[in-house]
């Protein structure tokens, strides 16, 4: 167990839909990260918050926007969602700026 | 932007046998390299990292090492054992605390 908790672990949703998966990250940490893994893609990075505030993006579609709020938990938000959305999305932590990064369990997301 | 290669996609060894998974980057000013193992259905877990400052570095069986000048870093598995058998991914981050680029994973079978 690393510590980063994430839920839910399943959604299945119908396209056009929008989804929120959470994250909580390690106690302490205050650096979130958010990735996509899928088969054709492999492990993507998506963002990174640190300490509330955008710290770099990925390739995250325009659909897709996230947040971190004071307590340091991180809101990942999907909308009009398409097929190709499916995948798995983990969330990672860590100490801010050290690279070392715990990830969660993930959330797999069903888009039919 | 940075770009991760690893090789080789599947690799079979004996129980007892050594493994080498290698990878390749193209960012010169990339300077953290973890590994990550991930069974099937599971997190990413961060299992060794390097930093460019530092050639290599081993814990117990792993190993990683990284070549700067040639920009390519392996891990090594000694002694593998059947719960070795994962898929391994290598990443690389030219900033610190930001994005991992992921290598596309190696499917590692150790047979017993």
Do not use: M
């Amino acid at each position: 167990d690393s510590g980063v908790t994430q839920t839910p672990k399943h959604l299945i949703t119908a396209t056009g839909q929008r989804v929120t998966l959470r994250c909580s990250p390690r106690s302490g940490d205050l650096s979130v990260y958010w990735y996509q893994q899928s088969l054709d893609q492999g492990l993507q990075f998506l963002i990174q918050y640190y300490n509330g505030e955008e710290r770099a993006k990925g390739n995250i579609l325009e659909r897709f926007s996230a947040q971190q709020f004071p307590d340091l938990h991180s809101e990942l938000n999907l909308s009009s969602l398409e097929l190709g959305d499916s995948a798995l999305y983990f969330c990672a932590s860590s100490v801010w700026d050290n690279n070392e990064q715990f990830f969660g369990p993930g959330t797999r997301l069903t888009v039919l | 932007g940075e770009n991760v290669e690893q090789h080789p996609s599947t690799l079979s060894v004996q129980e007892g046998d050594s493994a080498v998974i290698k990878c390749t980057y193209s960012d010169s000013a990339s300077n953290y390299f973890p590994w990550y193992k991930q069974e099937l259905g599971k997190r990413p877990q961060l299992i060794i990292d390097i930093r460019s400052n530092v050639g290599e570095k081993k814990d117990q069986r792993i190993a990683v090492t990284l070549n700067k000048t040639a920009k390519h870093f392996s891990l090594h598995i000694t002694e593998t054992q059947p719960e070795d058998s994962a898929v391994y991914f290598c990443a690389a981050s030219g900033e610190y605390g930001n994005k991992l680029v992921f290598g596309a994973g190696t499917i590692l079978r150790v047979k017993s």
